[in-house]
């Protein structure tokens, strides 16, 4: 029997990486399907989600040509120099990315806090959790 996860409005948002209110409009326009549970809130069925945000990859695809496929964008929001390295880390949504490169690389970005800026992934070694209060949520 297969398990059917689904999710609230704001619990998509957090995984698409917009706002509650964003999510609102595109299933409020079609876009994103969604029904009301037993209490009338709205829930998004998880396979209509991750179609929906492989669409979104999809579209965003082809912008920039390079083997990575794993982009998060978001705010510098702190770098670290020293004569020869720069530490610099960014917050994509809810998640810290630290990336470690030289000074040279970080002064020719014009890194600084509050510039926007991409993280661009590219491992061979990627580890999947799977967090104990997401099992507890589906249905």
Known sequence: MRVVTTFRIS???????????TVRRWVDTGRLPARRDGQSH??????DLAAFARAQIEAEDGR???????????????VVRDAVMAQV?????????VSLMSRQAADELGLEPGVVAVAVIK????????????????H
């Open 11 to 21: 619990e998509a948002a957090t995984l698409l990486g917009v706002s509650a209110d």
């Open 42 to 47: 709205r829930r998004i069925d998880g396979a």
């Open 64 to 78: 920039e040509r390079s083997s990575a496929r794993n982009r998060l964008r978001g705010i510098v929001t702190e």
């Open 89 to 97: 880390e960014i917050a994509a949504g809810p998640f810290r990315v």
């Open 123 to 138: 491992s061979t070694n990627v580890v999947v959790e799977i967090p104990d209060h997401a099992r507890a949520a589906s």
